[in-house]
């Protein structure tokens, strides 16, 4: 999550470069029915990973062409070769992977969450697409035929807890790319670590049914592995049924002259330029309390 921050307790609508759908085991909670939407009982248990995709989907389709448009800009401008073939990494509900489809890449989808593939291949079909998705691990993961670039948004990086995890999934990446081709991603950024929790809400439409989000970063920061805790909840409200879902994982932050250092251990990979957001005008030494570091690496030929 990344944009204008307000501390833990303060709500911002999320902007352009706030969206970060979780890809971890949470906690999902039971249907109750309501009749007063400030009396509905809260009753939590246990759930399964990714629960929820269809009001993960809407929670979190933000502005997703603009981050589109940056990537084919991205493509256009750095890759050595067409680009014609994209790997999606932790492709969750496809915002970025069907936007790309509809502009004629073919694309590929990873992701760990079996119900994601499912529901993303179900919107797939249902648009005339038919992506090439798997279920794996994106630190260890091998393609049938290789691509001309990849993608990994919404800080999914981040799941990866360990330097050891992060170099075997640029490893990874590298192995599925064509020499010349591209790997952008995206990666939150915190310029101090004093007091950092932040926290966000915000609601969607869609048709009858509202979706009610809050997502809080940066809790119980652990300085020495630069992990923190993650907090989510959803509320859906449809025909007079209110259904709330709550998630919390671990996350790992990497700072940016460190992020440098793991590519160069990782091998494979050449430093293209890095930005903050989406912005290929606003390069990241550039910029003023950037929040949000893009990443351009090119497949050594």
Known sequence: MVGQMRRAGGTAAPGPEQARSPRSPGRAVVTVPARRASRTARVTAPGPHYSAPRLYE????????GEVDFLEGCFKRFARRRVRRVLDIACGTGPHLL??????YRMSGLDLSPANIAFLARRARGAGFEPDLLVGDMADFRLPAPVDAAIC????????LTTERLVAHLRAVA???????LYVFDRYMTSSWTD?????????????LIVRASFSALNDVDPVSQVFRERMELEAIENGTRR??????????????????LVALA??????????????????????????????????Q
């Open 58 to 65: 809407i929670a979190f389709d933000l502005n997703r062409k």
């Open 99 to 104: 936007r790309l489809a509809a502009r004629g």
């Open 153 to 160: 948004m919404q800080d999914s990086q981040g799941h990866l």
């Open 175 to 181: 192995r599925a790319l064509r020499p010349g081709g």
């Open 196 to 208: 950092p929790a932040r926290r966000w809400s915000w609601s969607r439409r869609r048709g009858r």
């Open 244 to 261: 709330l879902y709550r998630q919390s994982h671990l996350s790992r932050m990497v700072f940016p002259q460190e992020l440098k250092s």
């Open 267 to 300: 091998g494979g990979f050449e430093f293209v330029q890095w930005f903050f957001g989406f912005k290929p005008h606003q390069v990241l030494e550039r910029s003023r309390h950037p929040l949000l570091m893009v990443v351009v690496l090119r497949k050594k």
